[in-house]
């Protein structure tokens, strides 16, 4: 039971960049990305076939977070010059890159059992598997939450926020809106390449189908890191976010020791995340059955 | 005193070629002095609002040019003017962020026209200010500084907008109808202000209204417009003598037809 709870946090912590990357397009610029589903096998497909090649694992980490870059540039030029709708924008993107990923690894797949990964230059200090990937996915994890933390209260991050909440408001005060969209999509989709780097690397394999239904394991995890954790200060929310991923794993291996079927997991999420998109709404729809709000007057 | 505003021949047509096609502008020729306060009256669809989005750049105009402090531009996008115009919506909700502090709200608007830098979003020094600048509104938001403009009533938003619009000096102010979705006294709070600012900052300004009293009592030059021309322009002693019975004969005499609009408030 230990291992298998080390196992989940391990993983969630790993998820958990890309779970980062969901809550900047879906909450910060309020679109629903469908990118990531073609981003995080990207990222993959990029750093173990360099591995493969013989790059350095770090090389490989950086390019797969600069593609991942460029597809939410994709996206975004799609979405915000071609004025196609966010969401079919996402698709497009995600589909375009099923056949850029097959181009990358040159078949289904790609292993580098037993070559240099990021985690195995820590497991040479005796640390084991699990462990070097809660060191190097906790460490990350921390270091990208501060630094975007840092950047979303810039005058550009702020501009970036303000686009998600207000776009008439931002471009009457003189922003680029088509911009600032774009560069958030690119942040999102970077840091869900980077992630796939680093799952690619822990399970030293890359697999072109890999990224299905990764939008919802990222919904699910944004959702259930919200609800257990609040939403206080935007510091806090890319915090509980990130701990989101981790309940989420660690909820899937309970039910899967609890003896469900693989088969069923993909179900048990989607069902997760309806539930949990609801929960927002219902709750206020209770609350606004307790106690109608009186709205203040100047 | 020299031109702010230049407008000739301005056109628009929404829908053109279809069985909506609506001409909404129809050869627009405009000056505006610097320093003019315009208050703007005309009936409901009469191409008040497409005036001011066609100057804000919100829509490009099929024919006609724009020219803000001599500069022309009509092929501007709606950011790039953004530099030259502060501007208050009618839908209290369009001019702020909801999900912003007002302190960040603030510090955008602040900010306008400006390259957006890695700098900090809001200075240690301007929150002292801010709160100074929303103590003099008298509307209790000096100490909601942190707070979401969510959270704060329609006149209080509009305030706040109004209060955004001005603080980087705008060249131009555009108004459209900002006070029409308050009720009556707090609309009157945020008109005092609105005068309050334009003539604190000489500030030249367009204001749409359809309150007939306001558009008498504020400004130095009205315009009425109808079916898409601005059919009534008159300014200085002209516009101080003005009645309402008057206004009523003007429209009549441009339209060829009795005022017959609920909106135009006479009172
Ligand atoms: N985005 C648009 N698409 C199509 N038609 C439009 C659009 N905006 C305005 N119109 C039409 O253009 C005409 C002028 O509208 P406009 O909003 O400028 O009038 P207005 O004088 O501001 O009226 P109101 O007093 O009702 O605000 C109207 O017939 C309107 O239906
Ligand atoms: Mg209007």
Known sequence: ?298 | MCDLLQIKGLAKTFNRGTPNEKSALANINLVVDDGDFITMIGGNGAGKSTLLNCVAGVYPPDAGEIRIDEVNVTRWSEYRRAVYLGRVFQDPMMGTAADMTIKENLALARRRGQRRTLRWGVTAGEHEKYREMLGELELGLESRLTGKVGLLSGGQRQALTLLMAILKTPKLLLLDEHTAALDPKTADKVLDLTNRFIQADKLTTMMVTHNMRHALQLGNRLLMMHEGRIVVDVRGEDKRRLKVDDLLQLFERASGRQLDNDRMLLS
Request: charged residues 10%; positive net charge; contains cysteine.
């Open chain 1, 1 to 298: 039971m230990g291992q298998i709870l080390t196992a989940a946090v391990a993983l969630g912590l790993l998820w958990s960049i890309m779970v980062i990357g969901v809550y900047i397009t879906y909450r910060v610029l309020d679109i629903a990305d469908l990118t990531v589903e073609g981003s995080i096998t990207l990222g993959a497909a990029i750093c173990t076939s360099m591995i493969r090649a013989g790059w350095s694992p770090v090389v490989g980490t950086a390019l797969a977070f600069g593609a991942g870059m460029l597809a939410g540039l994709a996206t975004g030029a799609l979405h915000t010059k071609l004025k196609i709708p966010a969401l079919l924008s996402g698709i497009l993107t995600m589909i375009a890159l099923w056949s850029v990923n097959l181009r990358v690894m040159g078949s289904a797949n790609v292993s580098i059992l037993r070559m240099p990964t990021l985690f195995t230059f820590i497991q040479r200090f005796g640390v084991s598997r699990y462990f070097s990937w809660i060191i190097l996915g906790g460490l990350l994890a921390l270091a990208l939450v501060t630094a975007l933390y840092w950047f979303f209260g810039t005058e550009l991050g702020s501009a970036i926020r303000a686009t998600g909440s207000n776009p008439n408001m931002v471009r009457a005060q003189g922003v680029h809106t088509d911009n600032m969209v774009i560069i958030g999509l690119m942040i999102s989709n970077g840091l869900v390449a980077l992630s796939g780097a680093l799952i690619g690397q822990s399970q030293s394999f890359a697999d072109i189908q890999m990224g299905m239904g990764s939008i919802v394991i990222g919904l699910a995890s944004l959702i259930v890191g919200e609800v257990l954790f609040g939403k206080r200060g935007f510091y806090m929310r890319l915090l509980s976010v990130a701990l989101g991923a981790i309940i989420y794993r660690i909820i899937i291996a309970l039910v899967m020791e609890l003896g469900m079927n693989p088969n069923d997991l993909k179900l048990f999420t989607a069902l997760t995340v309806a539930a949990a998109l609801s929960v927002p709404y219902l709750s206020a729809a209770v609350r606004v059955k307790r106690k109608p709000a009186g709205a203040a007057r100047v």
